[in-house]
């Protein structure tokens, strides 16, 4: 079992940044990669950025690609989505998610509010 712990959401002005940690534990060095998805106000959960944590390869989504960067500290066991210029368009809850072969594990979520 692995459980992750998110942090570092809240309110922030459009234009501004915020930066989201995503620390993991139990088993995990099962994990392949991690990751963020997020889920707006009555939208479907959708994917942010991955990482793949033995090799730091990463893959974003088209509206994240440009504004967000993923990484990882892996003396910290800790992986961050740095925003920046974010977007009215950006609010909604954020989760964490690690994958272990076929097997994801998702965080309680973090709230992003961004004001315009």
Known sequence: QVQLVESGGGLVQAGGSL?????PSGRTGTLD??????QAPGKE????AT???RTGATFY??????RFTISRDNERMT??????????EDTAVYYCE??????DYWGQGTQVIVSS
């Open 19 to 23: 930066r989201l940690s995503c620390s």
């Open 98 to 103: 690690a994958g272990a072969g076929s097997y």
């Open 33 to 38: 990669d991690m990751g963020w998805f997020r």
């Open 61 to 66: 989504s088209g509206s994240a690609e440009g």
């Open 45 to 48: 959960r959708e994917f942010v």
């Open 79 to 88: 992986v961050y989505l740095h925003m920046n210029n974010l977007k009215p």
């Open 51 to 53: 990482i793949a944590l």
